[in-house]
């Protein structure tokens, strides 16, 4: 069920900025903390750096832009940047989306008698 699906990611705020990297698991996370030789392949879900316009962890994910990310790191290579946020950021694991538990069509629920 995709709505119970688990999302790892790693949240940093840096010059009042939010980015996000997705992360394959803890697990993996972990591993390469304690040993950077891991490649980043097996530890991060894609080579992308995402900002929440100052919304927080929770907020909608975008791409972050190059002069986001110059201004906040110094560069816009991701390959410099991902190592960054997976050493200084915080490890958040949320669900991947809402179970919403009603309808989708309203109008053949109990209201499609009231005529």
Known sequence: MRGAEKVSKV?????NED??????DKESLNKWKKDT??????VIN???V???HRQGAQGVLDSASNAIL??????HKVDDIIPVILRDGQLQVTSGGQ???SSTNDS????ANHR
């Open 99 to 101: 179970d919403r538990g």
């Open 19 to 24: 980015f996000i990297v997705l992360v394959e």
């Open 108 to 111: 053949k629920g109990s209201m």
């Open 50 to 52: 995402f900002t929440t």
């Open 70 to 75: 110059d201004a906040s790191f110094g560069t």
């Open 46 to 48: 894609g080579f992308k």
């Open 11 to 15: 949240y940093l705020q840096k010059n």
């Open 37 to 42: 030789s891991v490649p980043l392949t097996d």
